[in-house]
């Protein structure tokens, strides 16, 4: 099993659609939790950063951890065109000191 | 500039030829990372500074590969005896804690 798994997608929705996006993982060390967004050919982009369980809320963008689950989810609200990218998640055991696991990302297309 | 800078930002070489990969972190992160981005993969983790500790090299992924970093700033990722499988992006991150700033990468080519 790896540490963490993510559905590549694709997922395509219509523009203003609810996106849900998830990662499951195995390591229950993990109390770091990290969204990117990955436009092509280009660095990825960090979006939500939360700590422990719990959700955390910015605009458009919702993070959601479960711990007891090991299970973490990213959703967008109103989706846009200019969300089409691919999404990543990553989580680490601690703050500084241990690199981060990635996901292999999911790719999103919003259509308008 | 206030992001993380990587440079040559495309860089084609010959098959057994080396390379030099450049990284500028943001000023006063004490972390950073080196990724490997293969097409239309997830990014693989290569090696790890944390501050004057030892870097975590569990990442690389043969004795070809060495990366150092300077003055605890600026690091360079060599490539030795570069091979076909070696064409993918290089991503360098740099942290101040827990969450990771990234570069856009160098796309190397192996020919």
């Known amino acids: 099993q790896k540490e963490v798994e993510q559905d590549p997608g694709p997922l395509s929705v219509p523009e203003g659609a609810i996106v849900s996006l998830n990662c499951t993982y195995s390591?229950?060390?993990?109390?770091?939790f990290m969204w990117y967004r990955q436009y092509s050919r280009k660095g990825p982009e960090l979006l939500m950063y939360?700590?422990?369980?719990g959700n955390k809320e910015d605009g458009r963008f919702t993070a959601q951890v479960d711990k007891s689950s090991k299970y973490i989810s990213l959703f967008i609200r109103d989706s846009q065109p200019s969300d089409s990218a691919t999404y990543l998640c990553?989580?680490?055991?601690?703050?500084?000191?241990?690199?981060?696991?990635f996901g292999k990302g999911t790719t999103l297309s919003v259509s308008s | 500039g206030a992001g993380v800078s990587q440079s040559p930002s495309n860089k084609v070489t010959e098959k057994g030829k080396d390379v030099e990969l450049r990284c500028d972190p943001i000023?006063?992160?004490?972390?950073l990372y080196w990724y490997r981005q293969s097409l239309g993969q997830g990014l693989e983790f290569l090696i790890y500074?944390?501050?004057?500790?030892?870097?975590?090299k569990s990442g690389l992924p043969s004795d070809r590969f060495s990366a150092e970093r300077t003055g605890g700033s600026v690091s360079t990722l060599t490539i030795q005896r570069t091979q076909q499988e070696d064409s993918a992006v290089y991503l360098c991150?740099?942290?101040?804690?827990?969450?990771?700033?990234f570069g856009q990468g160098t796309r190397l080519t192996v020919v």
């Open positions: 390591n229950s060390a993990f109390q770091y």
């Open positions: 990553a989580m680490s055991a601690e703050q500084a000191g241990t690199a981060l696991i």
């Open positions: 991150a740099s942290s101040p804690r827990g969450q990771a700033f």
């Open positions: 939360t700590y422990s369980s």
């Open positions: 500074f944390q501050g004057n500790s030892a870097p975590d």
């Open positions: 000023s006063g992160h004490t972390a």
